[in-house]
């Protein structure tokens, strides 16, 4: 596939509108936990369920022409750092050395040689940023 210079704005809605849905369906699930067990169970498994959406949205615009992107350690590098470290190192942050990445700037502040964790407020502000990243960059 070639290189992505622009994605539509209907695309764009339409990953918002999913990251939405995540979101609430998860909160929804979380909100039914009404004992210490299903509460425990639900905490255990929020970082697994939203390191997969880490990595399914930097999927929904893997193919975005780099040139465009700043590489000023911005969301864009964030990303793409959170999901090849969830993917490829087991959840644990392992820097790129051709992708910056800045923890004290970073939506998530993890430190390289930690464990990722990501809860649903932390991926909210994650993918918000993302998106208006893209938006602002490849529409």
Avoid: C, K, N
């Avoid at 051709?98 to 932390?122: C, F, M, N």
């Amino acid at each position: 596939m070639q290189a992505a210079t622009t994605y539509s704005h209907q695309y764009i809605v339409a990953t918002r509108a999913r990251v939405a849905e995540q979101l609430a369906t998860f909160r929804r699930f979380a909100s039914v936990a009404t004992t210490p067990d299903a509460a425990a169970a639900i905490t255990a498994w929020a970082p697994v369920y939203f390191g997969s959406l880490v990595v399914g949205l930097d999927h929904a615009f893997v193919h975005r022409r780099r040139d465009a992107a700043q590489h000023d350690a911005d969301v864009l590098d964030e990303i793409r750092t959170l999901a090849s470290s969830i993917a490829e190192h087991g959840g644990v942050l392992t820097l790129d050395p051709t992708v910056p990445y800045d923890h004290e700037r970073s939506t998530t502040g993890a430190r390289p040689g930690t464990l990722i964790v990501v809860d649903d407020v932390t991926f909210e502000h994650l993918a918000d940023a993302y998106l208006a990243a893209i938006e602002a960059r490849y529409s």
